[in-house]
Nanobody, 123 residues
Framework: QVQLEESGGGLVQAGESLRLSCVASGSIASINAMAWYRQPPGKQRELVAV???????EYSDSVKGRFTISRDNAKNTVYLQMNSLKPEDTAVYICMADVVRDTTWGPRGGRYWGQGTQVSVSS
């Protein structure tokens, strides 16, 4: 199987920065897209940023110019650098990866999710 583990969340004041990390582990042959989602209190999950294995990085309009997504393929890790944080950025941040696994029956693709890390921004 595949596990995703996030880290780096916490409580900060408005205007400060945080860097989130998410490491994928398990029987991984390759990883296609990796992404960060978030779920604010009482709201639905929303896409924050996605980074394909090749191609264009995309951001939600609400974080453009403030957040930067990046990845280290050698470490199966995706990062989210969050600058100029606002109270409305408060949410559980969840990592996603589209993974191709090595199995006895050959490669198998699947989408995997982390448990999430809490980011709280005070005004």
């Amino acid at each position: 199987q595949v596990q995703l583990e996030e880290s780096g969340g916490g409580l900060v004041q408005a205007g400060e920065s945080l860097r989130l990390s998410c490491v994928a582990s398990g029987s991984i042959a390759s990883i296609n897209a990796m992404a960060w989602y978030r779920q604010p209190p009482g709201k639905q999950r929303e896409l924050v940023a996605v980074i394909p294995s090749g191609g264009t990085i995309e951001y939600s309009d609400s974080v453009k110019g403030r957040f930067t997504i990046s990845r280290d393929n050698a470490k199966n890790t995706v990062y989210l650098q969050m600058n100029s944080l606002k109270p409305e950025d408060t949410a559980v941040y969840i990592c996603m990866a589209d993974v191709v696994r090595d199995t006895t029956w050959g490669p198998r693709g699947g989408r995997y999710w982390g448990q999430g890390t809490q980011v709280s921004v005070s005004s």
